[in-house]
């Protein structure tokens, strides 16, 4: 596969051009980018998924929620709806997408609504009676129809941008050039260790521009897990052997928080739609046994024959330090750009 990549480096060259010269037309104004009054954060990366975009909308979710109306606006990937929709009673992750079904899952209080034209979905959202205060773009980095007031740009630790190359060699779906774009730049999945000295390291890579913050997260894995009815204390599970699954980008830490000698884990891609055929095998293979997934991959499969044994590990974005610092940062943004209003 590497080799291949690098047979593709011609079309890495041709795709590099084409995305600079989409990004210069829209910072010359040739492109129309829509700017709104109200704030709005967008959340994204340069490279092709894994980078924890969801816990880290989430933090954003729990950090605003009681300050202000909250909407969160995603694309909806892999939905089999179309347009704009925002989320109530009759919706599930198949209409709404994952990701988006898991925020109204978790935050009732807010709006969730779903659009692959994001200045659509965000006039939708603005025309609704009680209109949001602050929006929050899901893997909307690359959008640059609208201009969120607040950009906030994610890498994965071990896996950053600095590093990486234009797809399809790499996986970076545009230049490094566009992490100017960010306010703040997360590097994420970091270890909960990380020294001093290699943040200093990984800060000299990323050659940040005059005004950019940094910080360092990881993910934080509760010491529970959960299905429909139970709450279930890893450490009361022991060495029972269990079947692990996960549909997400990069699943590695997932397995490796998780794994038991006598545990099998079983591989999906990313929003991997479950066929019914897909879920009596993995029925099978479990053999009566715990089935523990992600949280993303537990909204898919609750209502199928798997819910009697099937709970979900849940996981939060958590900074190595400076985390008020950054609560402020965002906190600063928005109550200014309310006041605009």
Same mark, same amino acid.
């Given at each position: 596969?590497?080799?291949?990549?690098?047979?593709?480096?011609?079309?890495?060259?041709? /795709? &590099?051009? =084409?995305?600079?010269i989409r990004?210069f037309?829209?910072?010359v104004?040739?492109?129309? !980018?829509? %700017?709104?009054s109200?704030?709005?954060?967008?959340v994204?990366n340069?490279?092709?998924?894994?980078t924890?975009?969801t816990?880290?909308?989430e933090?954003?979710i729990?950090l605003?929620l009681?300050?202000?109306?909250?909407?969160t606006l995603?694309r909806?990937?892999k939905?089999q709806s179309?347009g704009?929709?925002l989320?109530?009673?009759?919706v599930?992750?198949?209409?709404?997408g994952?990701?988006?079904?898991?925020?109204?899952?978790?935050f009732?209080?807010?709006?969730v609504a779903v659009?692959?034209d994001?200045?659509n979905?965000?006039e939708q959202?603005l025309?609704q009676?009680?209109?949001?205060?602050?929006?929050?773009?899901?893997d909307a980095?690359q959008h640059r129809?609208?201009?969120?007031?607040?950009?906030m740009?994610?890498?994965? /630790? &071990?896996d =950053?941008?600095?590093?990486?190359y234009?797809l399809?060699?790499?996986?970076?779906?545009e !230049?490094? %050039?566009g992490?100017?774009?960010?306010?703040?730049?997360?590097?994420?999945k970091?270890?909960?260790n990380?020294s001093a000295?290699?943040?200093?390291?990984i800060?000299n890579?990323l050659?940040?521009?005059e005004?950019?913050?940094?910080?360092?997260?990881?993910?934080?894995y509760?010491d529970?897990?959960?299905?429909?009815e139970?709450?279930?204390?890893?450490a009361?599970?022991?060495?029972e052997?269990?079947?692990?699954l996960?549909?997400?980008?990069?699943?590695?830490?997932?397995?490796?928080h998780?794994?038991?000698?006598?545990?099998?884990?079983?591989?999906?891609?990313?929003?991997?739609?479950?066929?019914?055929s897909?879920?009596?095998a993995?029925?099978k293979?479990?053999?009566?046994?715990?089935?523990?997934?992600?949280?993303k991959?537990?909204v898919r499969?609750?209502?199928s024959i798997?819910?009697?044994q099937?709970?979900?590990?849940?996981?939060r !974005?958590?900074?190595i330090?400076?985390e008020?610092?950054?609560d402020?940062t965002?906190?600063?943004?928005?109550?200014?750009?309310?006041r605009?209003?």
């Open positions: 596969m590497k080799l291949l990549r690098k047979l593709l480096f011609p079309f890495a060259v041709v /795709y &590099g051009v =084409i995305t600079t990004n037309l829209f910072d104004g040739i492109l129309k !980018s829509y %700017s709104f109200m704030p709005i954060i967008a994204g340069l490279s092709v998924g894994g924890g975009k816990p880290q909308i933090y954003l729990r605003l009681s300050k202000y109306r909250v909407a995603s909806g990937y939905r179309k704009f929709l989320a109530d009673s009759s599930n992750a198949a209409i709404l994952d990701e988006p079904f898991q925020f109204f899952q978790k009732p209080a807010i709006q659009d692959a994001r200045k979905g965000i959202l025309s009676k009680k209109s949001p205060e602050i929006i929050l773009l899901d980095y129809k609208v201009k969120a007031g607040f950009y740009l994610l890498t994965a /630790y &071990g =950053i941008y600095a590093n990486d234009l399809p060699t790499g996986n970076l779906r !230049s490094r %050039s992490a100017e774009r960010a306010a703040i730049v997360v590097v994420t970091c270890p909960k990380l000295s290699e943040q200093i390291r800060k890579q050659n940040l521009v005004n950019q913050q940094l910080y360092f997260t990881f993910i934080d509760e529970s897990v959960y299905s429909k139970t709450k279930l204390k890893l009361d599970l022991g060495k052997s269990k079947l692990l996960a549909g997400i980008a990069k699943p590695a830490s997932f397995f490796e998780l794994k038991a000698e006598d545990d099998e884990c079983l591989t999906f891609p990313d929003h991997h739609h479950f066929s019914e897909e879920i009596g993995i029925q293979q479990a053999k009566g046994r715990k089935i523990i997934t992600t949280e991959d537990y499969l609750k209502d798997l819910s009697e099937l709970y979900y590990l849940p996981i !974005s958590s900074f330090s400076n008020k610092e950054f402020q965002i906190l600063d943004y928005v109550g200014t750009s309310s605009n209003r």
